[in-house]
């Protein structure tokens, strides 16, 4: 696994690899925990502790972990910006993969296991529903995000691929509108993830209007797509 | 790089004692199992002990009845560790995990008022004899398109009715929960209020309520009602959604206009005074056309009145019924 520099210690060509530099063995650990719910969800589907309605239990878990996952992303500027760990973004680009991998999962639990691929239904769904209809889009403007992840496509997009990436703060925000829109009554949950995103993105906002100007055109466009929160 | 606690695990998704206790006997069985071969597929869930239903009680003498389906009926272990029961907590494992709390309801009354002749309060012991018990194997059909067949035990709710003598002013019959938030945690205000309008309500139609197929229920699966299932008494119509058939009851009250009811008073667009099990008329947010029932891995199509349209929709005639949804 390759890892791009560019923050502003590290300024310049060095690659670092898993194992050669403490920074990216905290990466290759970050790796595993992310993987911890996913192999909690298949040791309780081994052992028959999904409960009543596994399908249920599954789409429920799945979409929460993207979501988590999601927000966790967007906490790495403003975590950033807050201590000046530069190094935390090398952590993004993993971050933000495990929250599409989480959101496939959910979308493929809908798709198999709940609709076994009644495609008509499934469609009615999204086109009707407007939970489904959210909830998918935010999946949909997920795709372009994680198919340019790799570094070969952060150089080849250069600025445009920061343009590109904000597309995340869509992404969250129909995510957390996807499941209010589905509880019943009790909206403490997503009034939770729905919180947290607030602060998130407000710290952004806050942010640009402190320093409206500060920070463009400074860098290598590798490493101005790094910058970017 | 700190790794947050994820907020989302909940006490109910960590195993629970008896399970994990149970996992040496699970060892032993996994070998067994082994040699079935693929059998590990099968959910383990014999393994898990069912729910405590402590206080629980047997029930004997019980008669069969011809209004049961002989559908294959959801296990014990579905009907008592989903539920919705908002007043022991929100999510589907909270009334079984929260059961003691509200174990065991007595002592109970039931008072019967209003537009009748003979107003009067009920024990539970009374109660549970007022009529003969009888089993009824209903489907039962929740708004959030999943089902289970369930044996019930009780009597037609007829039966209490006919004891207060309705005048003839009673068009409608209203019926409310208890409200004590010590037994039933529920009811506590949380950060955005309550999430219900305490205390629940529900209500029928007097052709409604004096129907062969509504029930008074006292007990499923042999035994007096668990906590989750609404104890020690409430109502089941199974040609409805599930939030009609209220659980807890301890007010019986004859009006004569239309009541308030729990959800319809949340969400007056999304659940209306009849809610009658209708694959044509969607829930705003999602579709009604199909359901999961518990335990199956396809979807069935829901059918209309919950497939006791036979019996019940000479109630509903001449009723545009995506009007009285």
Known sequence: MRIENGNSKTKGSR??????????????????????????????????????????????????????????????????????????????????????????????????????????????????????????????????????STAAMIRRLGKRWQQLHRLVYLAAIAGVIHFYWLVKADIRRPAQYGFVLAILLGFRIFARWRRPKARSARKSPVAGAQELG | MLIKKPQDIKSSEITPKEVYLNRRQFMSAASALALAGGAAAVGLDFLAEPAKASAAEKLANVKKSSYSTDEKQNSFKDATTYNNFYELGVEKTDPSENAKYFTPTRPWTVAVEGEVKKPKTFDIDTLMKLAPLEERVYRLRCVEAWSMVIPWIGYPLSALINQVEPTSNAKYIQFVTLVDPKRLPGQKPGIFGNVLDWPYTEGLRMDEAMHPLTILSVGLYGQTLPAPNGPPIRLVVPW???????????????????????????????????????????????SQASERRIGEFLRRKTLMFNGYGEQVAGLYKGMDLKKYY
């Open chain 1, 15 to 148: 690659v670092s690899t898993i194992f050669h530099s403490p920074f990216s063995i905290v990466h290759f650990l970050l790796f595993f925990a992310c993987l911890i719910p996913f192999g909690q969800l298949a040791f309780n589907a081994y052992t028959g502790n999904l409960g009543v309605n596994p399908i249920d239990t599954i789409t429920r878990f799945t979409g929460s972990w993207a979501l988590i996952f999601l927000l966790a992303c967007l906490a790495v500027t403003p975590l950033r910006r807050l201590t000046g760990w530069n190094d935390l973004i090398k952590l993004r680009r993993m971050l933000g993969l495990f929250a599409f991998a989480y959101a496939v999962a959910h979308f493929s639990t809908y798709l198999v296991l709940d609709y076994f691929f009644d495609w008509r239904a499934i469609g009615k769904d999204i086109l009707k529903r407007p939970y489904v209809t959210v909830g998918f889009t935010g999946f949909v403007l997920m795709v372009p995000l994680a198919l340019t």
């Open chain 2, 240 to 286: 409805k959604y599930g939030f009609k058939s209220i659980k807890s009851i301890v007010k019986v009250r004859f009006v004569e206009s239309q009541p308030k009811t729990a959800w319809n008073t949340m969400q007056p667009q999304e659940y209306g005074f009849y809610s009658n099990v209708n694959p044509e008329v969607d829930h705003p947010r999602w």
